[in-house]
């Protein structure tokens, strides 16, 4: 079998054992007393007494060694301790699943599988400890313990996911700890490592201790410390591979003032992407948050008030995550910043009132905003606080702006700013009025006027026979609040003209104007009060 392999790279790697398991004799312990705690029933005291060539069995010196073949060593069932749980988790035993909770017990047979967002962590009848991760399944393959020698054998089977362990020092020939996956086999002697079951291959990362990686097709390769490996389905050589160095997060402030903390750190060397951790437990037992990011930063998820602890480790292009970098972190539980709505960033606002407005956030009973000029808001333009709305309207003349918001809570407690979004007043002036004229020099043009509006702003200017102005006999854009037309002829005229901003925005036409021009106009050249304009429509 693939775990036979892998257990005896690792024995080859230790000090050789014995079949024999040794026990170290104690004040008052008599022959009889240690064969009913640690013999199986049919294994008699005499025995004992001769395999170990004991003169006199009312005499056992304390401090010698008693040595106890395994195969006499009483064996019994084991059990798995749920020491904690974060979401939806199950174990399927016997035909019936049952929901994970917290103090629970498993024995062997039990598959555990944990949904994408959860986590729990098992301990077994050594002390050893393991972290099953989210979207994983693991078998509970055999769970033993060798009466009450310390020794236990612990099999499992990852079907799929991550789990990492935490093995207690093994004493004793018979102990055991194996992680079987559909590509590859390890074993350890007590030791802190990770094992991934994904992509039909298995990723094995040794963080303290050594570990035996065996393969199906019985390649083999003793991983220690710092390193570790991926292996294949049919893989024939397994060749260690440094992992990638802790992150350095000094630069992770430890305090936070946002409910979502904004992290960052120095990239490390040949990274892909960072694994990122937040558990409430310094022992990782459950997780909060469990993300892979591509960038040595990350937004986490909301975080209540408290304490926790952050491990951040990088990712190698093979897949193989690094060692880990841990530091505390607390939110103080200020309530959030809204989510702003209007004006978005860089937006023009192209009317002189201005229409701020933003999302509910929880806790909030009022919002305070603030308007300024600059990015370090000084001095303010507009400030003010808000009951229970989430809008405001504004008027602010021609110009660049920086707009910020933040909640305050019931007992008055303010929290931070939003991220500062510029925009920029740029009102579209609506022609509603046209003047015209004629120059007494030359009667025959004759130019119409009208209120001019930001710098930089063009206009176009439409005369039509028609009032729908399908067919504009005139259709011109110009740089000037003014147009000069010659020779227009008599008869009934519709104008209009709109505002064409300086990125290209053209603002609304608005109701025609009509103008009459009189006959004697075009054959005369009559003065320029002839030209009238009558209505708008």
């Not at 062997?108 to 962590?121: E, F, H, I, M, N």
Request: charged share 20%; aromatic share 8%; proline share 8%.
């Amino acid at each position: 079998m693939r775990w036979g392999l892998a257990i005896s790279l690792l024995l080859a790697s230790l000090p050789a054992f014995a079949e024999d398991w040794s026990y170290r004799v104690r004040p008052g312990d008599t022959i009889w007393d240690l064969a009913g705690e640690y013999l199986k029933p049919d294994v008699s005291w005499k025995r004992l007494q001769e395999h170990n060539r004991i003169a006199n069995p009312y005499q056992l010196p304390p401090g010698s060694t008693l040595r106890i073949p395994l195969a006499w060593l009483h064996r019994q069932p084991a059990k798995a301790r749920v020491l904690a749980v974060r979401g939806s988790a199950t174990a399927v035993a016997n035909g019936r699943n049952a929901a994970i909770r917290q103090g629970m017990s498993l024995g062997s047979g039990a598959l555990l599988k944990t949904s994408p967002d959860a986590s729990l962590s098992l301990q077994f009848a050594d002390g050893s400890r393991l972290l099953l991760l989210g979207d994983s399944e693991l078998l509970l393959d055999r769970l033993t313990r060798f009466g009450r020698s310390g020794m236990a054998d612990t099999r499992l089977r990852l079907q799929r996911g991550r789990i990492a362990n935490d093995v207690q020092p093994t004493r004793g020939p018979a102990a055991s700890f194996i992680v079987d996956t559909p590509s590859a086999s390890s074993a350890v002697r007590g030791t802190h490592f990770r094992v991934e079951a994904a992509d039909a291959r298995t990723r094995t990362e040794v963080l303290e201790g050594r570990v035996a990686v065996s393969s199906r097709s019985r390649a083999s390769a003793l991983v220690s410390r710092g390193y570790g490996t991926v292996v294949a389905d049919g893989q024939a050589n397994i060749k260690p591979v440094a992992l990638l160095p802790a992150p350095d997060l000094r630069r992770v402030a430890p305090r936070h003032v946002r409910a979502r903390p904004e992290l960052a750190w120095p990239a490390v060397d040949g990274a892909r992407a960072y694994r990122v951790e937040v558990s409430q437990d310094r022992r990782f037992g459950t997780l909060l948050a469990d993300v892979e990011t591509p960038t040595p930063s990350i937004v986490l998820p909301p975080l209540d008030e408290g304490g926790y602890f952050l491990r951040v480790r990088a990712v190698a292009d093979n897949g193989l995550q690094g060692l880990d970098a841990t530091t505390p972190l607390s939110v103080d539980g200020q309530p959030e910043a809204p989510y702003t709505i209007a004006p978005i960033a860089t937006s023009v606002i192209r009317t002189p009132d201005v229409a701020f407005s933003w999302t509910q956030a929880p806790a909030a009973k009022r919002y305070q905003y603030e308007v300024a000029a600059n990015a370090d808001f000084s001095p303010l333009l507009a400030q003010a606080t808000v009951d229970d709305g989430t809008s405001v309207q504004l008027p602010l003349p021609p110009g660049d702006y920086l707009w910020r918001i933040r909640s305050i809570d019931g007992s008055g407690k303010a929290g931070p700013y939003s991220d500062a979004l510029a925009f920029t007043v740029r009102p579209m002036a609506e022609v509603t009025h046209i003047d015209s004229s004629a120059p007494e020099q030359d009667r025959r043009q004759v130019t119409f006027r009208w209120a001019a509006g930001q710098p930089g702003q063009r206009y176009r200017f439409q005369m039509s026979r028609s009032p729908d102005f399908t067919s504009p006999q005139v259709d011109q854009v110009v740089d000037q609040a003014e147009i000069t037309l010659p020779n227009l002829r008599s008869g009934t005229w519709y104008l209009r003209a709109q505002t064409i901003d300086v990125d290209g925005f053209e603002g609304p036409f608005p109701p025609p104007q009509v103008v009459e021009v009189p006959c004697r106009l075009c054959r005369i050249g009559a003065g320029a009060g002839a030209l009238l304009i009558l209505l708008a429509l």
